[in-house]
């Protein structure tokens, strides 16, 4: 059972916008900034959100993040078959004093 | 560019210890942090732990804590991540990550990954 929860899957057609969720509370979303990661089958976590809505260098624009309250999001907007990956959503977590991940979500581009 | 090389895959009985390594390069070592974090077949992502390169300074999941040891070695820039009393659900791939100094911020390049497998 993940800290925070994330849909398992979602899915969504070429070129359309697709947002994953991640819900939290106060003492991890709700205090602290959100990352996202993406990983591709077999491969390594790629950091793609920082601090709840920024980009890292050579991360694309159609992706873009942000966070309310104790809850947060990743939109990718013109899906690619490319992203076809499991996204996760993190962070810090005051009553565990270290990182805490959503359960990771499946993108399907259709 | 930032690298992190981690050392190769392994293979345990339980009960047994294992050391993952995690050699840094392209940045100065004592100006961030790393982190481990691992992944069990098919699930996601858990976060072991987190130790300081300035100075050494760590903390561990607190289901973790009394089984794993972390260190760094800076003439070598190779940060070590130590389990102890291996279980079977202890098989995962183990990844290095470079972090901030300040725990719970950015963690941004990751190492490529060992798999440890925890069989009698």
């Known amino acids: 059972q993940s800290v925070l929860t994330q849909p398992p899957s979602v899915s969504e057609a070429p070129r359309q916008r697709v947002t994953i969720s991640c819900s939290g509370g106060s003492s991890n979303i709700g205090s602290h900034g959100v990352s996202w990661f993406q990983q591709l089958p077999g491969k390594t976590p790629k950091l793609l959100i920082y601090?709840?809505?920024l980009r890292p260098s050579g991360v694309s624009d159609r992706l873009s993040g942000s966070k309310s309250g104790t809850s947060a999001s990743l939109a990718i907007r013109g899906l690619q078959s490319e992203d076809e990956a499991d996204y996760y959503c993190a962070a810090w977590d005051d009553n565990l004093n270290g990182w805490v991940f959503g359960g990771g979500t499946r993108l399907t581009v259709l | 560019q930032v690298q992190l090389v981690q050392s190769g895959a392994e293979v345990r009985r339980p009960g047994a210890s294992v050391k993952v390594s995690c050699k840094a390069s392209g940045y100065t070592l004592t100006t961030y942090a790393f982190t481990w974090v691992r992944q069990a077949p098919g699930q996601g992502l858990e976060w072991m732990g987190w130790?300081?390169?300035?100075?050494?300074?760590?903390k561990s999941a607190q289901k973790l804590q009394g089984r794993v040891t972390m260190t760094r070695d800076i003439s070598t820039t190779t940060a070590y991540m130590e389990v102890r009393d291996l279980r079977p659900d202890d098989t995962a791939v183990y990844f290095c990550?470079?972090?901030?100094?300040?725990?719970?911020?950015?963690?941004?390049?990751w190492g490529q990954g060992t798999l440890v497998t925890v069989s009698s």
């Open positions: 130790i300081s390169g300035y100075d050494g300074e760590t």
């Open positions: 601090y709840d809505d």
């Open positions: 990550a470079r972090e901030t100094l300040v725990p719970g911020t950015v963690v941004d390049y």
